[in-house]
């Protein structure tokens, strides 16, 4: 990629609020022209310090963020020319709907007619088209939250940061909301930086996805590859449904590894990020990698079955495996009973590709 | 049922028939008492030491009952007379007249009446006094050449006209005195412009009210301001600081100002050593309208500070954030999205201020001197001083209604209940 594909760039950015601690220790993150790069992490994890930093509401303590090439830390937000959506829309109770995507238009001091004309091109992208003259109080979450992204978008900004913008609406108006962004950012070509705490948000809508966790981006990837080849154990937990095993490394060949687990139990798996024999490792296996007729497959274990749960589209088995009794495996329903029950001891199977051996945590 | 509500629907009953409102209101109504027995002890309270000597006291801007009560015969003589005809009253008036006041002088009751018709005219307080050292010589028979004889005024139709006018149980006379008008001879008109006060006084009033209001928002909304997005700890200690002077008594603080602002006071002392103003012209901050501006704002600017910070505490900074994420200044994204959400604190605290210092006494009386006076000082006057209660009584309702007009303006405008003191 070129130089000019990059819109916004962090280099080496550190920012501390109290001089003691780091909140974001040494950025590092280049941001394609009209990609939707979600910033994903829990709390305090440094993303929404990024995302104000980027907007320039904070300032970094130490490095330098470039947009377009330019160095911005010294560039007020007003002369930044970045659209932004708030997580509480922010959208101004005194105007209203048609004064609020306005607004962004008076201050660049363009005429009337420019205004009337982009505010209703504006709305109508949204469907609001006959709410122009409400009060953002008039409408409902959905819909103010579709004039917040109207009216980050109304002064077409070539870049437009979320911060956490679907956190006050409903499971099913958010899911809905997720696919009417992802259409906007696909139809305008924008580049959209996404803040979010909710990982099947960044997994439905981003391009790439950086997992922020105590001020470090953990791992820089499209959502496929974060699900499927986590770089590491926070990773992995992270971001969906994880089964952890712990043990030892006995042996290494090549990209895959032996690990005795702590009961002895001996097992095969991915080499991602253990270095040497002797490590420490922490094992992870996705519940739905897990066969009940495990015959050719590189791991097999026994299994006692603990508890069965079912959720219509499929049912949830807990097991207690090598001594972890939360060990998880979600079995399609393909309608035909399955004659598991609480307390048998099943044989299960998964190949060694789909069993990370990542890095130890206690 | 054939009962149907406003909406065509049927009432709705319980189970037993009775209508559900009428068995809702039964089952309220224990809850009811019980409260009321609760607050009984303070509303009592409130209604005999307070509200009871108030009302009665306004009751006095109207009550003329001292001309009845103390000239009955007269009185009811003056009822016959025709006023209009240009004559003076008959002999029987004037033997009325002879009979009351021998009563009203061995009651001593004659002076008073004087002094209450003098407000209204002067010589009255004299006419009465003379008259009454006089009526017990009268001889018996032809009254009326002997009255003439004690004072000329008898002999005069105004002041006949005059004590028939105010010989009704009630009078707006009080009224139109605080009015700067008079209920005279000819009829309601305005005083004469040199005898004219106390419209002067009313505005003044209001116009010190309106300078001290805008002082007070002048100076409270930068620091309520602070106060609502200053870190927690920083804003503590200044809300503090901002309540203060509610700690310290009116007076302490009052007096203080008198220190500071004096000629030979803090201020000018200060002035002085710095060369700004020479010894002998000093500059006079106190006993006139600048001293009771400057004390006042002082005092009410709490009053002002609450209720911005009360409203200033619930926008949110992500406004102003959004506004300068659209590419506003500063200075655009304070004046076009913080101030207008502003404005019901400004309402709040506008109104609050301006109330309390329409009716402000203790710190006009200390620091005002003469022209920095207010309309309660000179109640206090016609109270204490003149023993006028009517006139006091009536300029007394025209401020109460001055400030509940005001305070139903307010609460259409603010609604009453937004108001939160911190």
Redesign the interface.
Known sequence: MSEKDIIVSFSEVQKSYDGVSLVVKNLNLDIQRGEFLTMLGPSGSGKTTCLMMLAGFESATHGEIYLNGRPINNVPPHKRGIGMVFQNYALFPHMTVAENLAFPLQVRKMSKAEQEQKVKRALEMVELGAFGNRRPAQLSGGQQQRVAVARALVFEPELVLMDEPLGALDKQLREQMQFEIKHIHENLGVSVVYVTHDQSEALTMSDRIAVFNDGIIQQLSGPDDLYEDPQNSFVAQFIGENNKLEGKVTHVNGSLCDVELDDGTRLKADKVNVNAVGDRTTLSLRPERIEFEPQGLENIVKGKVEELIYLGDHIRVRMDVAGNREFVVKVRNRGQKRDLAVGQMVDIGWAADDCKALDFVQ | MTDTTANGGPVLTTQDGTPLKVSLARALRREKMRSLVLIAPLLIFILVSFLLPIADMLFRSVENRIVADTLPKTVAALSAWNASSGELPDENVYAALHDDLLIAVDEKSHTRLGSRLNYELSGMSSLFRKTGRRVDRMDEGNYKEQFIKVDKDWGKVETWLFLKRYSPKYTPGYFLNAVDAEYGIEGIKMKPEDERIYLYLFWRTMFLSMVITGSCLLLGYPIAFLLANLPLRYSNLLMILVLLPFWTSLLVRTSAWKVLLQQQGVINDTLVWLGLVSNTDRIVMINNQTGTIIAMTHILLPFMILPLYSVMRTI?P??M??????????W??FW??YF??TIPGIGAGAILVFILSIGYYITPELVGGTDGIFISNRIAYHISSSLNWGLAAALGVILLSLVLLLFYVYDKIVGIDNVKLG
């Open positions: 949110s992500s406004y954030r959004a506004a300068r994420s659209l590419g506003a200044t500063d655009t994204a076009r999205v207008p959400q």
